[in-house]
C-alpha cells in the first residue's frame, strides 16, 4: 500500500499501550514477537517514539485467529 493512500483518520497509529490492549500481550512479549518476525513492525514517530497502525494489529489477529483454528493459509 502507497504511503499516500493513508489517512491517519481511517488507520490510527497506536503507541505500546494500546497495542497491549488490542493483542493482549505485554511489551516484553511483542518485542519478542517482533524481533522473530512475527509481529508487525513499528513505524518511527520520533527519536524515542514509535507505533504500529492499528489494520496492521486487526490483520495480524485475523491471522491468529485462523491459524488457531487450524486455516494456514494466510
Known sequence: ?????????????????????EVGLKKSTIYKLIKQNEFPQPISLGARASGWLLSEINQWKQNRIALSRGNDKC
Open 1 to 21: 500500500m502507497n504511503a499516500q493512500n493513508f489517512s491517519t483518520n481511517s488507520d490510527p497509529i497506536l503507541r505500546i499501550t494500546g497495542v497491549e490492549k
